[in-house]
């Protein structure tokens, strides 16, 4: 049986994530207790949301007494929270705080009590009137400049930063996640709302960062679906039961064990996201690859340059019996290759095997496509 880490190969604020099913928060509900009821399938989880300074703990006093929405209150969020985060340490969940705050200068200061404890995640997601007059939540996204000044605030502490945020409210998504890698965030926890996976396909076509996608994910199908566009993990909120969690859990740890790649991409022929460049063949006619390759910014020669030097040496490299004489050309074990499929036999290369080295090729040719760093200023 193959561990967490060598199943998923996640790694999030320096631990070890169990499994990609995460909990997102739910202002009101998701507190550490939630948490601990389920952490027997869930590899992270985000408690919250959390008001942390006082323009944004008088909106959450101010929705609370609308009497629609929960909230948490108190007068002290550095207590509250320390609390919440000590619980949480009974568990092998990876932690993350979801916060709302007004200024770059309150999150700062969140990041000096706890350190590197929690991930922080900037409640960007919010779209109570009270919370976005406050200089929070949706405020955010329609004020991208003072979104990308606190997550240069927080990786200036040295910690590791997550936004909330949905898609669709800013004015233009891509810009503005290419933004937040450049400013430094580490995460993407992404409400895709109902814009479905061609979203999430443009950001993973746009970013390195790890993403969570949110919204109504609650079928294994569904599951797939995301993590196969992009996605690394997938989180629940209002439907995140422990039976909803621990069917995820199971299906996703099976698919894992069985497939080699849990979070494989369609084929870009078939929609892929430019993580399916692995399983490119050749630019010799014209297809999908051609204009992905002129986005990415690689030209032909660069790309077939990089797939056999980063096949060098390991079990994909060879292939005589293949359309194009080595493995780094062939297609995914889903697409039925006698040629493929042979060439695997004979070397005795599961496909299991196979999958795993095209991760890892899909891992190389990311690096390259985004190996420059674009300039954090946002307006």
Same mark, same amino acid.
């Given at each position: 049986?193959?561990?967490?880490?060598?199943?998923?190969?996640?790694?999030?604020?320096?631990?070890?994530?169990?499994?990609?099913?995460?909990?997102?928060?739910?202002?009101?509900?998701?507190?550490?207790?939630?948490?601990?009821?389920?952490?027997?399938?869930?590899?992270?989880?985000?408690?919250?949301?959390?008001?942390?300074?006082?323009?944004?703990?008088?909106?959450?006093?101010?929705?609370?007494?609308?009497?629609?929405?929960?909230?948490?209150?108190?007068?002290?969020?550095?207590?509250?929270?320390?609390?919440?985060?000590?619980?949480?340490?009974?568990?092998?969940?990876?932690?993350?705080?979801?916060?709302?705050?007004?200024?770059?200068? +309150?999150?700062?200061?969140?990041?000096?009590?706890?350190?590197?404890?929690?991930?922080?995640?900037?409640?960007?997601?919010?779209?109570?009137?009270?919370?976005?007059?406050?200089?929070?939540?949706?405020?955010?996204?329609?004020?991208?400049?003072?979104?990308?000044?606190?997550?240069?605030?927080?990786?200036?502490?040295?910690?590791?930063?997550?936004?909330?945020?949905?898609?669709?409210?800013?004015?233009?998504?891509?810009?503005?996640?290419?933004?937040?890698?450049?400013?430094?965030?580490?995460?993407?926890?992404?409400?895709?709302?109902?814009? *479905?996976?061609?979203?999430?396909?443009?950001?993973?076509?746009?970013?390195?960062?790890?993403?969570?996608?949110?919204?109504?994910?609650?079928?294994?199908?569904?599951?797939?679906?995301?993590?196969?566009?992009?996605?690394?993990?997938?989180?629940?909120?209002?439907? +995140?039961?422990?039976?909803?969690?621990?069917?995820?859990?199971?299906?996703?740890?099976?698919?894992?064990?069985?497939?080699?790649?849990?979070?494989?991409?369609?084929?870009?022929?078939?929609?892929?996201?430019?993580?399916?460049?692995?399983?490119?063949?050749?630019?010799?006619?014209?297809?999908?690859?051609?204009? +992905?390759? +002129?986005?990415?910014?690689? %030209?032909?020669?660069?790309?077939?340059?990089?797939?056999?030097?980063?096949?060098? *040496?390991?079990?994909?490299?060879?292939?005589?019996?293949?359309?194009?004489? %080595?493995?780094?050309?062939?297609?995914?074990?889903?697409?039925?290759?006698?040629?493929?499929?042979?060439?695997?036999?004979?070397?005795?290369?599961?496909?299991?095997?196979?999958?795993?080295?095209?991760?890892?090729?899909?891992?190389?040719?990311? %690096?390259?496509?985004?190996?420059?760093?674009?300039?954090?200023?946002?307006?």
């Amino acid at each position: 049986m193959m561990d967490a880490f060598e199943r998923f190969g996640l790694i999030v604020n320096d631990h070890v994530v169990r499994t990609p099913v995460a909990i997102a928060s739910m202002a009101g509900v998701v507190d550490a207790r939630y948490v601990l009821d389920r952490k027997a399938h869930a590899g992270v989880a985000f408690i919250g949301g959390y008001a942390i300074d006082r323009p944004t703990m008088d909106a959450a006093r101010e929705i609370a007494a609308g009497g629609e929405r929960r909230e948490f209150l108190y007068d002290d969020p550095v207590a509250a929270l320390r609390a919440e985060i000590d619980l949480l340490k009974k568990s092998d969940v990876v932690t993350g705080i979801n916060l709302r705050g007004s200024s770059p200068a +309150s999150f700062a200061a969140l990041a000096d009590a706890f350190g590197d404890e929690v991930v922080y995640e900037i409640d960007a997601h919010c779209r109570q009137a009270p919370m976005v007059a406050a200089g929070a939540g949706e405020f955010y996204l329609k004020n991208p400049g003072a979104l990308v000044a606190v997550v240069k605030a927080l990786r200036e502490k040295e910690v590791t930063v997550s936004v909330k945020m949905r898609v669709g409210v800013a004015a233009d998504d891509r810009a503005l996640v290419r933004a937040l890698w450049g400013a430094g965030a580490d995460i993407l926890h992404i409400d895709l709302m109902d814009t *479905g996976v061609a979203k999430l396909r443009q950001i993973r076509n746009s970013c390195p960062l790890l993403i969570i996608a949110n919204n109504s994910i609650t079928t294994f199908d569904r599951m797939r679906e995301m993590l196969s566009h992009g996605a690394d993990l997938v989180s629940l909120a209002r439907q +995140s039961d422990e039976r909803t969690l621990a069917g995820l859990d199971a299906a996703i740890t099976r698919y894992a064990d069985e497939e080699g790649w849990y979070n494989s991409p369609k084929q870009l022929c078939r929609g892929g996201d430019v993580r399916a460049l692995t399983f490119c063949c050749m630019p010799v006619k014209e297809c999908p690859l051609i204009p +992905s390759l +002129s986005r990415t910014g690689l %030209s032909k020669e660069e790309y077939v340059r990089l797939k056999l030097d980063a096949v060098k *040496g390991t079990p994909l490299e060879c292939g005589p019996n293949t359309c194009f004489g %080595s493995l780094a050309w062939c297609c995914k074990t889903s697409s039925p290759c006698m040629f493929r499929d042979m060439t695997l036999a004979q070397d005795k290369i599961s496909k299991k095997e196979y999958m795993r080295r095209k991760r890892e090729l899909s891992d190389t040719i990311m %690096s390259r496509v985004f190996h420059d760093v674009p300039p954090y200023e946002c307006s």
